[in-house]
C-alpha cells in the first residue's frame, strides 16, 4: 500500500479555468436549436344545438377533473382509467351542450 505525501502527481490535469478566448477555440461551435412550435388551442364547437365553444385546453382539463372525481368514487381501483375518462369525457360533453 503506498502513501500519498501530499504532493500532487505529475500526471493530474490542472482544473484552473482557462481564459474566455482560449476556451471559446478548444469547444466546438454550437448548433442552432430548433425552435419549439406553440400550441395553439382551438375553440372545440360541439355539434349541438345550443352548445357554447370551448377551447381544446379547457376541454380536456374539464374532463381530467371529471376523470378524477369518478376515479375517487371508486376508491382509484386499478384497471379502469379508460372506461373513467370515456365516461368523464361523455359527461362533460352533455353539459356543455345544454
Request: glycine share 4%; aromatic share 4%; net charge positive.
Amino acid at each position: 500500500m503506498q502513501v500519498s505525501s501530499g504532493t500532487s502527481d505529475p500526471v493530474k490535469k490542472s482544473r484552473a479555468k482557462l481564459p474566455k478566448d482560449t476556451l471559446a477555440a478548444t469547444q466546438a461551435p454550437k448548433k442552432p436549436r430548433a425552435s419549439r412550435k406553440k400550441v395553439i388551442a382551438q375553440p372545440v364547437a360541439i355539434e349541438e344545438k345550443g352548445a357554447t365553444p370551448v377551447l381544446l385546453e379547457d376541454l380536456s382539463d374539464m374532463i381530467a377533473v371529471a376523470a378524477y372525481y369518478i376515479a375517487a368514487q371508486r376508491n382509484f381501483a386499478p384497471g379502469r382509467e379508460l372506461d373513467d375518462w370515456l365516461t368523464a369525457e361523455q359527461t362533460v360533453k352533455s353539459q356543455l351542450a345544454v
